[in-house]
C-alpha cells in the first residue's frame, strides 16, 4: 500500500493529478500497482481514513515523511518512495514510509518554478500533514527524509509555525530529520543561523547526508547567487551538537561504477545504496550518531559513510 498527501491540482475528469499547485490538500490510498501500462488502482480517500491507514501500516509507533526535491513528477515520487521504503525495511526500519507530493514539473528547465511552487506550498507539510500525525493516539515519533529541493521546502515549512501550532502542551517537535543532497544554502547551518537553530527546535537530530561529487547541486550553485549548497559542501564548522554532517564522497566513489556517475546518479545515487539505507536505518532507530558500523571518522569533525 502506498499512502502520500498531495498538494498537486487535481483533474477529476481525467482522473489524474497535474503539475500545478492546488487550492486543497489531498490524501491518497494507492492499494497496488503500478501494472504494466503504469496504472495504480486506489484513489483519494478522506483526511480521518487516510490517517488511519497510515497508522495501520506501521508495526511500530514511527512514521516517516519523505519530501521529494527538483525535477521529480508524481510517477517519479511514487516509484522513489517505494524503493526507499523497500531499502528501509531491509535495514528494520518497521514504521510507517508516505509522502509529501509538492508541485514540481518534472523537468531540469524549471528550476526556478519548482522553487516558487515549493515555497508556496511548503506550509502544508506541517498543517496537513506533520501536525495531525503528531495528534494521533498514541503519539508517534515522526520523521522526515527530505531530498534535494525538499530540504529548502521543509526549512521553509518549520518556520512558519510557532509552539502553539502543535497538539498539546509545549513546543512540537520531530524525531529525526535527514536531509540527503540538500538543495539549501550552506551557511543556513551555521551555529547560530537561522537554519541551525529552527532544526535545533524543532529535531531531536539532524543528519546532513552531503557528497562533493554532487553535479546537480554543483549547476545549482549559481542559480542561487553561487552560495554553496549543504547537500555538496555540508555544514559550517561549528555546527550544533545535535546536528551531523556525513561527509559521503568516497562511498560514491567506492559504490558508483564509472559508466553510471552521469550527473543525475550523482545527485540520486543514495536510494540504491545498501550503506545508505543501512545508516538512515541506525538512525531512525535512534542509535548515537557514533560508533556506528556504517560510519568512520574524518580529520574534521564530520563524520564518513564508510567506504
Not at 516517516?64 to 525535477?71: D, E, L, P, S
Not at 506533520?130 to 530540504?151: D, F, Q, Y
Not at 531531536?204 to 555538496?232: E, M
Not at 550518531?289 to 556504517?294: I, V, Y
Request: proline share 5%; glycine share 8%; hydrophobic share 35%.
Amino acid at each position: 500500500m502506498t499512502l502520500f498527501f498531495s498538494r498537486r491540482t487535481y483533474n477529476a475528469s481525467k482522473k489524474r493529478f497535474t503539475n500545478n499547485p492546488a487550492d486543497v490538500t489531498r490524501y491518497v490510498q494507492l492499494t497496488s500497482g503500478p501494472d504494466a501500462s503504469g496504472k495504480w488502482q486506489g484513489g483519494i480517500i478522506s483526511k480521518d481514513n487516510w490517517l488511519a491507514q497510515v497508522k495501520a501500516e506501521a508495526t511500530t509507533n514511527e512514521i516517516t515523511i519523505y519530501v521529494h526535491g527538483f525535477n521529480t513528477d508524481q510517477i517519479d515520487n511514487l516509484g522513489r518512495m517505494n524503493k526507499i521504503r523497500a531499502g528501509l525495511r531491509g535495514a528494520g526500519y518497521r514504521g510507517a514510509l508516505i509522502a509529501y507530493d509538492w508541485p514540481s514539473a518534472g523537468t531540469v528547465t524549471a528550476y526556478d518554478s519548482d522553487k516558487r511552487h515549493a515555497k508556496l506550498t511548503a506550509e502544508h507539510l506541517v498543517r496537513d500533514g506533520i501536525l495531525p500525525l503528531l495528534a494521533l493516539s498514541p503519539r508517534p515519533k515522526v520523521n522526515l527524509i527530505a531530498h534535494s529541493m525538499g530540504a529548502y521546502l521543509v526549512l521553509r515549512a518549520l518556520s512558519e509555525f510557532d509552539d502553539d501550532a502543535g497538539p498539546g502542551s509545549g513546543a512540537w517537535k520531530l524525531n529525526e530529520t535527514m536531509f540527503v543532497s540538500g538543495d539549501a544554502d550552506r551557511r543556513w547551518f551555521g551555529k547560530g543561523a537561522w537554519g541551525a537553530l529552527l532544526l535545533a527546535h524543532r529535531s531531536k537530530r539532524f543528519t546532513n547526508y552531503y557528497s562533493q561529487l554532487d553535479d546537480v547541486l554543483n549547476a545549482a550553485v549559481p542559480a542561487n547567487g553561487f552560495r554553496k549548497r549543504a547537500g555538496r559542501s555540508g555544514m559550517p564548522p561549528g555546527i550544533h551538537k545535535n546536528h551531523v554532517d556525513l561527509y559521503s564522497h568516497e562511498q560514491y566513489l567506492k559504490d558508483v561504477d564509472g559508466p553510471q556517475r552521469t550527473v543525475l546518479n550523482s545527485h540520486r545515487w543514495w536510494f540504491d545504496n545498501a550503506k545508505f539505507y543501512k545508516d538512515a536505518g541506525l538512525t531512525l532507530a535512534g542509535k548515537p550518531a557514533f560508533p556506528l558500523p556504517t560510519r568512520r571518522r574524518t580529520t574534521t569533525t564530520d563524520l564518513a559513510l564508510l567506504s
